[in-house]
Nanobody, 121 residues
Framework: QVQLVESGGGLVQPGGSLRLSCEAS????????MAWYRQAPGKQRELVAD???????RYADSVKGRFTISRDNAKNTVYLQMSSLKPEDTAVYYC???????????????WGQGTQVTVSS
């Protein structure tokens, strides 16, 4: 089983920055894609950004140029650097990891517990 632990959320003023981290731990797995999603009150969960094992990235149009996703494969950790934050970025941010489980020879995915990001003056 793969466990995900997120950190880095909080309250920030408009125009400010935050960095989210998500570390995966466990055994007998190999991470394929890592991603960040977010869910604002009353809205559906949406993809913010993802990054493949080959470091290919994609972003939601609403965050392009402001957010940067990266990963440290040695630490099984994915980061989301958020800059020029806007009130509409306020949401619970969830880490998602797609991985190959060597115990079952299957692709699986898992979610973090979520971390609140609030952008407000």
């Amino acid at each position: 089983q793969v466990q995900l632990v997120e950190s880095g959320g909080g309250l920030v003023q408009p125009g400010g920055s935050l960095r989210l981290s998500c570390e995966a731990s466990g055994s007998s797995f190999s991470i394929v894609t890592m991603a960040w999603y977010r869910q604002a009150p009353g809205k559906q969960r949406e993809l913010v950004a993802d990054i493949t094992s080959g470091d290919n990235t994609r972003y939601a149009d609403s965050v392009k140029g402001r957010f940067t996703i990266s990963r440290d494969n040695a630490k099984n950790t994915v980061y989301l650097q958020m800059s020029s934050l806007k009130p509409e970025d306020t949401a619970v941010y969830y880490c998602n990891v797609n991985f190959f489980d060597y115990r079952t020879d299957s692709l699986r995915d898992n979610w973090g517990q979520g971390t609140q990001v609030t952008v407000s003056s």
